[in-house]
């Protein structure tokens, strides 16, 4: 499958964005979908994920309450709604397709990724 991340840009503190991720390929409802981030000088990490058929999520203590994941099988398309958001949410978001929902927190364990896309909050 292929992914193809969009939505990002410069939004001020408190602002909102939201961030899509089109996939093409196989089958797109037959994966978890995650959305991870990497700020400069950092790790790559976990933001959201949703299973197969969108009723379940599970997000990072950090953006709990501000971000929401969801997906639209028949669109190929997964979402990452940023809300209220915050100068430490800059980073470039990546999403990324997965077959293990147990493992959905873990960032090896995603096979496929998009290319990523900046996400630059301002104080």
């Known amino acids: 499958v292929q992914l193809q991340a969009s939505g990002g840009g410069l939004v001020q503190a408190g602002g909102s964005l939201r961030l899509s991720c089109a996939a093409s390929?196989?089958?797109?409802?037959?994966?978890?979908m995650g959305w991870f981030r990497q700020a400069p000088g950092k790790e790559r990490e976990f933001v959201a994920a949703?299973?197969?058929?969108?009723?379940?999520?599970v997000y990072a203590d950090s953006v709990k309450g501000r971000l929401t994941i969801s997906r639209d099988n028949a669109k190929n398309t997964v979402y990452l709604q940023m809300n209220s958001l915050k100068p430490e949410d800059t980073a470039v978001y990546y999403c990324?397709?997965?077959?293990?929902?147990?493992?959905?927190?873990?960032?090896?364990?995603?096979?496929?990724w998009g290319q990523g896309t900046q996400v630059t909050v301002s104080s």
């Open positions: 990324a397709a997965g077959s293990q929902w147990l493992a959905a927190l873990r960032r090896n364990e995603y096979d496929y």
């Open positions: 390929g196989r089958t797109f409802s037959s994966y978890v």
């Open positions: 949703i299973n197969r058929s969108g009723g379940v999520t």
